[in-house]
């Protein structure tokens, strides 16, 4: 399995807890994504992972934590994506 089939999955087992209400879990599992998305500049899972966090910061009254990764979506360059959705539409 390639690193980004384990993002993806580790990615959507955070959503699943997130449904279950598990957020501390969850939390968890998306901080080791942001982790490990930049240190192998896999910008697709750091931008997923940080968005639902800063959501989740956001939905739980920590602003200041959820400016922090929601900004970090804004300023993370994603070609590949873009290029994706630009031939699908």
Not at 8 to 33: P, V
Not at 44 to 60: W, Y
Request: aromatic share 8%; with cysteine.
């Amino acid at each position: 399995m390639d690193a980004s089939n384990n993002f993806e999955l580790l990615f959507y087992k955070a959503l699943r807890l997130l449904d279950m209400g598990k957020t501390e879990q969850a939390s968890k599992i998306l901080k080791s994504i942001i982790a490990e998305t930049a240190e192998k500049e896999n910008n697709l899972f750091f931008i997923r992972a940080s968005c639902v966090l800063g959501e989740l910061q956001f939905a739980t009254g920590r602003h200041n934590e959820a400016r922090k990764y929601l900004t970090q979506v804004i300023e993370t360059p994603c070609v590949k994506t873009m290029l994706w959705i630009m031939k699908r539409t």
